[in-house]
């Protein structure tokens, strides 16, 4: 599996590599710093998008309209801070595939990821 | 409505979560400081960030140079040993201010229940020691400043709150 992971802090993009990892999700990982970054590096090899809301340049909304807008269907799942009920349906309307609130653990990583990837 | 045991409960809350979930690190919550005070605080990394929209406001989080290291290290996967703050400024910035932002973030989640909802800006993050924090008596403002122990570290977690004409 080939993951694209998205965020603006480096530390968490190396704690969710860190949590596929004891997820057992043996994994090529890409990373990216904002949204812009991202639609750069996103490409038909990568097979999840791990993706943070609040970013500079691009935030993680806009990230999947242009994504979805596209016609590209790779699953996408947010793991953000941004826990309110209105947001993760606003996420969830936009396109996104899945929501882990953070902090997360890597047992709710493989859970969502599971769920995700069987869809 | 916002009162203070609510606020203390949810910051509570939100930062056991925290060092539990992504730290594996077990927290003992101390009583809430509440009165008007200026509180010198033993800590060497702070991380603030602010609230603003239809209440403002912020949050702080005050920690030991140990117990920061500790948390670094404990977020990259590394030893300990291999973290200091003079040789990975960047790294301490980045981890600290984003433990801010997680825990703002669950606390904002939780408040926005109850009809509480602002935005948060973006993290600081402070090295240096010996300064003082003021709680007021501001009958507007809900305050408190929240001490938690961590095996042998204590830190400190600040709130204010008060709603705006918005």
Known sequence: ??????????????????????????????????????????????????????MPNMDGIEFIQKTRKSG???????????????RVAEAM????????IKPFTAEKIKEKLKDILKG | ????????????KTTNNLFIKMLSMELIAGEPITEKNALPLTAHVTAVIGFAGYYRGG???????????????????????????????ADVKDAIGEIVNIIAGGAKAELSKQGITFDLSLPTVIVGEKFQVYVD??????????????????????????????
Do not use: H
Not at chain 1, 93 to 100: D, L, R
Not at chain 2, 1 to 12: G, Y
């Open chain 1, 72 to 86: 590209n269907n790779v699953p996408i799942m947010m793991i953000t801070t941004e826990g309110a009920e209105d």
């Open chain 1, 93 to 100: 309307k936009e396109g996104a595939n899945g929501y882990i």
């Open chain 2, 59 to 89: 949050m702080g989080i005050y920690l030991p140079r140990a117990l920061a290291l500790k948390m670094v290290a404990a977020m990259l996967g590394v030893p300990v040993d291999q973290v200091t703050i003079d040789k990975m400024p």
């Open chain 2, 137 to 166: 008596n501001n009958p507007e403002r809900v305050q408190a400043v929240i001490p938690f122990t961590a095996g042998e570290d204590q830190l400190f977690v600040e709130c204010n709150i008060e709603k705006t004409n918005k």
């Open chain 1, 1 to 54: 599996m080939k993951a694209l992971i998205v965020d603006d802090s480096k530390v968490m993009r190396t704690m969710i590599q860190k949590g596929l990892r004891q997820a057992e999700y043996v994994c090529e990982v890409v990373e990216a710093g904002d949204g812009i970054e991202a639609l750069a590096k996103l490409d038909a090899s990568i097979d999840v998008v791990l993706l943070d809301w609040k």
């Open chain 2, 1 to 12: 409505m916002l009162d203070r045991a609510l606020m203390i409960d949810t910051v509570k």
